[in-house]
T-cell receptor, first 115, second 114 residues
Framework: EAEVAQSPRYKITEKSQAVAFWCDPISGHATLYWYRQILGQGPELLVQFQDESVVDDSQLPKDRFSAERLKGVDSTLKIQPAELGDSAMYLC?????????????FGPGTRLLVL | DAKTTQPPSMDCAEGRAANLPCNHSTISGNEYVYWYRQIHSQGPQYIIHGLKNNETNEMASLIITEDRKSSTLILPHATLRDTAVYYCIVRGGLSSGSARQLTFGSGTQLTVLP
């Protein structure tokens, strides 16, 4: 069964450093999402791509976060500089993009700890 | 999107049915009810969704009240592997610009006891 891949699975960094997370969606999936999940809370959407275009980044802290999906396939989420409050799980999800209510499939996530 | 209310935690004995309630009293006519679950340290997993009719698949059943203000997810024979946080999500209808988005609440922590 096809899965969403994410790396690294765990990342420890010091505040003010730069970090990057990578996501490879299910093959053929046009829509890609990045979520952030703080411990004890549900995931919250950061950014949504349709192919290589950003559809919604209204919840992305653009002063320090950036996301790209240059060829409309895999995607990178970057934080620079990292702050203590960025410690969280970062989840990537993808969906086929053929229907507005299609199922989202999530990857295993990257757990970030900022010291 | 309409908000949902779920109990923070529930226990269930292994082999018994787990019934997880969700209130969504402000749901609109074209909004769907979705259920996802998240096993510890994994990404959320889709379970089932419905509009107004009851739905069943290999994982669970979804019962939606006639007024659509609440629903219940039923795991007919809970196993230890069903221990997870269960999220009830109301998702925008087809005409909604945010129809693709999922807005998660805090969910219900279901613990299946041996």
């Amino acid at each position: 069964e096809a899965e969403v891949a994410q790396s690294p699975r765990y990342k420890i960094t010091e505040k003010s450093q730069a970090v990057a997370f990578w996501c490879d969606p299910i093959s053929g999936h046009a829509t890609l999402y990045w979520y952030r999940q703080i411990l004890g809370q549900g995931p919250e959407l950061l950014v949504q791509f349709q192919d290589e275009s950003v559809v919604d980044d209204s919840q992305l802290p653009k002063d320090r976060f950036s996301a790209e999906r240059l060829k409309g396939v895999d995607s990178t989420l970057k934080i620079q500089p990292a702050e203590l409050g960025d410690s969280a799980m970062y989840l990537c999800a993808s969906s086929s993009g053929t229907s507005t209510l299609e199922t989202q499939y999530f990857g295993p996530g990257t757990r970030l700890l900022v010291l | 999107d309409a908000k949902t209310t779920q109990p923070p935690s529930m226990d269930c004995a292994e082999g018994r049915a787990a019934n997880l309630p969700c209130n969504h009293s402000t749901i609109s006519g074209n909004e769907y009810v979705y259920w996802y679950r998240q096993i510890h340290s994994q990404g959320p997993q889709y379970i089932i969704h419905g509009l107004k009719n009851n739905e069943t698949n290999e994982m669970a059943s979804l019962i939606i009240t006639e007024d659509r203000k609440s629903s219940t997810l039923i795991l007919p024979h809970a196993t230890l592997r069903d221990t997870a946080v269960y999220y009830c999500i109301v998702r925008g209808g087809l005409s909604s610009g945010s129809a693709r988005q999922l807005t998660f609440g805090s969910g219900t922590q279901l613990t299946v006891l041996p």
